[in-house]
């Protein structure tokens, strides 16, 4: 059964950055395209960004040129670096393991990010 753990958000301020990490377990992570999303308050989750297998990443409009996804598949590691950071930006952050086009598991914890002067 996968299990995601979320880590590395924190409170930033506008124009700062952050690195997100989602280490995952009981699953072959590299057999996984996988895909952070984030919901902030009062809405339903949203897609930032995704990477497959092969690496091939793609970016939610909001976000392009800014925040960077990325996956390290020996350490069984996925990462969101965040550059740039907005007050919309503002949001518990998760990521998910996708196989098959199906999403698997179910959503963790997420790490909040929270982006204020």
């Known amino acids: 059964q996968a299990q995601l753990v979320e880590s590395g958000g924190g409170l930033v301020q506008p124009g700062g950055f952050l690195k997100l990490s989602c280490f995952a377990s009981?699953?072959?992570?590299?057999?996984?395209?996988m895909e952070w999303y984030r919901q902030a308050p009062g809405k339903d989750h949203e897609l930032v960004a995704s990477?497959?297998?092969?690496?091939?990443?793609n970016y939610a409009e909001f976000v392009k040129g800014r925040f960077t996804i990325s996956r390290d598949n020996p350490e069984n590691t996925l990462f969101l670096q965040m550059n740039t950071l907005k007050s919309e930006d503002t949001a518990v952050y998760y990521c998910?393991?996708?196989?098959?086009?199906?999403?698997?598991?179910?959503w963790g914890q997420g790490t909040q990010v929270t982006v204020s002067s």
């Open positions: 998910r393991a996708r196989l098959g086009g199906l999403l698997v598991g179910s």
């Open positions: 009981g699953i072959r992570f590299g057999a996984y395209d």
């Open positions: 990477i497959t297998t092969s690496g091939r990443t």
